[in-house]
T-cell receptor, first 113, second 114 residues
Framework: NAGVMQNPRHLVRRRGQEARLRCSPMKGHSHVYWYRQLPEEGLKFMVYLQKENIIDESGMPKERFSAEFPKEGPSILRIQQVVRGDSAAYFC???????????FGEGSRLTVL | GQQLNQSPQSMFIQEGEDVSMNCTSS?????WLWYKQDPGEGPVLLIALYKAGELTSNGRLTAQFGITRKDSFLNISASIPSDVGIYFC??????????????FGKGTHLIIQP
């Protein structure tokens, strides 16, 4: 499977817990993006990373949210002390160098109880 | 920030009909993309447009990049049941040539009535 892989597909957390979402980009892609989607809404940009660097995090909340894309391994979106408003689908996308064609994973659906 | 207005919000059509949807922006884009999303899945790229005025087809789908660079439309001809889903436009403006994040419209829900 050469597509963007995200896991877990579904995650349930209680308020105050931590959520970690993982994304393995397509082979050969070094650009990773995270988007959040609320029901009946479009996708909202959160953060853009290249290997070991955060390029643009203008869409990410300043507190509790962080993202990384280490030299080895998947990109991780981390949400600390989750609240109910964090419940959403989180999509990862990857692209080869600067083309604008983003290829999306199937998403991770976070439910905060 | 940049905003995309996508319309219509939803469409109820008969199988076999043609479909048209569009997006307008408050600012210019260098790239327009159209995606389709099925329930529980991630968006899948349908068509990518890179030049103002460009008209591109992919099977029964046709999309155009507006001359002003502030709008794009997507047409689907002779709709079939598997066309049901949510269609998103997305625009990108990358002055430095980098692959910055896309700005998405809110989507057009396409529903096909039997």
């Amino acid at each position: 499977n050469a597509g963007v892989m995200q896991n877990p597909r579904h995650l349930v957390r209680r308020r105050g817990q931590e959520a970690r979402l993982r994304c393995s980009p397509m082979k050969g892609h070094s650009h990773v993006y995270w988007y959040r989607q609320l029901p009946e809404e479009g996708l909202k940009f959160m953060v853009y990373l290249q290997k070991e660097n955060i390029i643009d995090e203008s869409g990410m909340p300043k507190e509790r949210f962080s993202a990384e894309f280490p030299k080895e391994g998947p990109s991780i979106l981390r949400i600390q002390q989750v609240v109910r408003g964090d419940s959403a689908a989180y999509f990862c996308a990857s692209s080869p160098s600067a083309t604008g064609e983003l290829f999306f994973g199937e998403g991770s659906r976070l439910t905060v109880l | 920030g940049q905003q995309l207005n996508q319309s219509p919000q939803s469409m109820f059509i008969q199988e076999g009909e043609d479909v048209s949807m569009n997006c307008t922006s408050s600012s210019i884009f260098n790239t327009w993309l159209w995606y389709k999303q099925d329930p529980g899945e991630g968006p899948v790229l349908l068509i990518a447009l890179y030049k103002a005025g460009e008209l591109t087809s992919n099977g029964r789908l046709t999309a155009q990049f507006g001359i002003t660079r502030k709008d794009s439309f997507l047409n689907i001809s002779a709709s079939i049941p598997s066309d049901v889903g949510i269609y998103f436009c997305a625009g990108q403006f990358s002055p430095g040539g980098g692959a910055d994040g896309l700005t998405f419209g809110k989507g057009t829900h396409l529903i096909i009535q039997p």
